[in-house]
């Protein structure tokens, strides 16, 4: 069983006051499925992200501070994606190729103009 309750504020909050870890993600995901009919909010609105938060997070879950910023700045996801898509890139990490992959087409459907 999770020990995340349904009173506490959402798992975004929490982790941009850093009252959490981008790990504790894992907590908040395992109480919402326990949750059962009870819980009527989308997942996404559960841990308190909008659809395209959620979108980069499933496809990048080392992506947490990069979306963090973004909304703390009121800018764009994408802006902060592509540098952060760029350093992963260059790193060339082997386990970050389905992050890339997915990254690199979502940047693409997401361009500008």
Request: proline share 7%; no cysteine.
């Given at each position: ?27 908040f995901v395992d109480a919402w499925h326990e949750s059962g009919d ?76």
């Open positions: 069983m999770s020990d995340v309750r349904e009173d506490v504020s959402s798992f975004f909050t929490l982790f941009g006051l850093g009252l959490v870890d981008k790990d504790r993600i894992h907590d009870d819980e009527k909010r989308t997942l996404e609105d559960y841990l308190g992200m909008t659809d395209e938060e959620y979108s980069v997070w499933l496809m990048a879950p080392n992506a947490l501070p990069v979306i963090l910023a973004a909304r703390r700045d009121k800018r764009p996801i994408r802006e902060t994606i592509v540098p952060f898509f760029e350093s992963m890139r260059a790193a060339g990490d082997p386990e970050d190729r389905p992050a890339i992959f997915a990254l690199g087409h979502w940047l693409r459907r997401h361009e500008p103009g």
